[in-house]
């Protein structure tokens, strides 16, 4: 089961590959064309979708030039057989190409979830979110706006789990551990989340930081045991790939 944070890596290098070809075809009668790989902010800062679209497109492009610059396209047909393993390897290429950096491992203790959830919630699904995702957790705040690429800058991994309750009106709570490349980053990363509103419970041990999110008040003991639930997660930092 591919990730969010899958899922934006492969569409990035499957929409910067084709902005690639483009450019290679076009950039001689349309020089302009060339600079698609150089846009880093969309022209509406506050639309989520066209940060995306920047993403993908802009981004990509410029992960699979640093590929294209290493063994030419050889190099960029490989990548499709060996996939970035997440977002930060498309907005760092250079941890992908040259320097290999691959997500922390986290994995939750999905029963000590269970029996830490709500009454009334369920386990929905399991998900890893990326830099990418988590700068746009920022992004989306104006409190945490021009601060959004920095504070997502450090991060090393993380794995999220859902919960929620059924029907209509459905509440939905979320259980989140993250890892960072160094205290400092996740220290200022930790320090950030009094901005974000859904933040209900957070705690920072050494380069870990977990947190849990609700659209709703929780009761502080339910925050509280859901933390600890995550607690109990096996983490492997700094793993081989």
Do not use: C
Not at 50 to 78: C, E, I, N, S
């Amino acid at each position: 089961m591919k990730t969010t944070d899958q899922d934006h890596a492969l569409t990035a290098v499957i929409e910067g590959h084709a902005v690639q070809v483009m450019i290679d075809g076009l950039s001689d009668l349309s020089p302009h064309v060339a600079r698609i790989a150089d846009v880093t902010v969309p022209t509406d800062k506050h639309n989520p979708a066209a940060w995306h679209t920047v993403f993908y497109y802009a981004m990509g492009a410029k992960f699979v030039q640093a590929l294209k610059a290493r063994g030419g396209y050889a190099d960029v047909h490989k990548a499709f057989g060996s996939l970035p393993a997440s977002s930060e390897q498309i907005l760092h290429p250079e941890k992908y190409t040259t320097e290999p950096d691959w997500p922390d491992r986290i994995e939750l203790d999905i029963e000590a979830v269970k029996a830490a959830a709500p009454k009334g919630f369920e386990l929905k699904g399991q998900d890893t979110l990326g830099e990418w995702t988590t700068r746009m957790l920022f992004t989306a705040e104006p409190a945490t706006f021009d601060a959004a690429e920095a504070l997502a800058r450090g991060w090393g991994g993380d794995a999220e789990v859902t919960l929620a309750t059924s029907g209509r009106d459905a509440k939905v709570v979320k259980l989140w551990v993250t890892s960072w490349d160094s205290e400092e980053e996740a220290a200022e990363f930790h320090t950030a989340l009094a901005k974000l509103p859904d933040v209900r419970a957070s705690a920072r041990d050494k380069r870990l930081v977990t947190l849990v999110r609700s659209s709703e008040t929780l009761d502080a003991s339910i925050a509280e045991a859901l933390m600890q639930a995550g607690g109990k997660a096996r983490i492997t930092l700094d793993p081989a790939k």
